[in-house]
């Protein structure tokens, strides 16, 4: 299996709800990311994975809450988001963390 | 501050034609350039990934050449098809380890 998959496709999502974004790879791969995507903008990184521990927070709302529950599964909690976190989130892979980073393809979110 | 700039912002060719892409880069310390091919809505695609020390790198019709004296990196798209329209971004890695400096992509149409 060569490739990072991503469920589900696309989210609708008030406010007050809580949901939670899924990544899996099975590449043997021990890091990996969750970026945000805006239209017509570049990736912006959020978290990194390495070796199962949060690595680098890149100063996010505590509305995102991500998870590393083994080396294959990255989860995404999300709690009271605002209309402007809607967006692509896509996660990503790397054997290591400077190694080339293999994306999936993404979640849609959109937050009412 | 690490920088990657990318001309054009958008660019339409007809099929069959031929394209270069440009990307300059400011990253220190410089660790790779790669360029990934991104449709709408879906997760970018690595097109090549190359080090300093290499000049060109070939993906089927991609080209890439990197010029790491000038800091200036080109993606050359031969015989273009239809399914060539997307956004093409360039991606510099710092010598740091994980973080990509992302340019804000060029966006390619290809027109029958």
Redesign the interface.
């Known amino acids: 299996d060569t490739e990072v998959t991503q469920t589900p496709k696309h989210l609708v999502m008030g406010m007050t709800n809580k949901k939670s974004l899924k990544c899996e790879q099975h590449m043997g791969h021990r890091a990996m990311y969750w970026y945000k995507q805006k239209a017509k903008k570049p990736p912006e990184l959020m978290f990194v994975y390495s070796y199962e521990k949060l690595s680098i927070n890149e100063s996010v709302p505590s509305r995102f809450s991500p998870e590393c529950p083994n080396s294959s599964l990255l989860n995404l909690h999300l709690h009271a988001l605002q209309p402007e976190d809607s967006a692509l989130y896509l996660c990503a892979s790397s054997l290591w963390e400077s190694g080339e980073q293999f994306f999936g393809p993404g979640t849609r979110l959109t937050v009412l | 501050k690490n920088q990657v700039e990318q001309s054009p912002q958008s660019l339409i060719i007809l099929e069959g034609k031929n394209c270069t892409l440009q990307c300059n880069y400011t990253v220190s310390p410089f ?1 790779n350039l ?1 360029w ?1 091919k991104q449709d709408t ?6 097109l090549t ?1 190359m080090t300093f020390s290499e000049n060109t790198k070939s993906n089927g019709r991609y080209t890439a050449t990197l010029d790491a004296d000038t800091k200036q990196s080109s993606l050359h798209i031969t015989a273009s098809q239809l399914s060539d329209s997307a956004s093409y ?1 360039c991606v510099a ?1 710092s010598g740091s ?4 400096n ?4 060029t ?1 390619l149409l290809v027109t029958p």
């Open positions: 660790s790669r990934y809505g879906r997760g970018p695609v690595s990934i971004i890695l380890g994980y973080a990509l992302f340019g804000k992509g966006s």
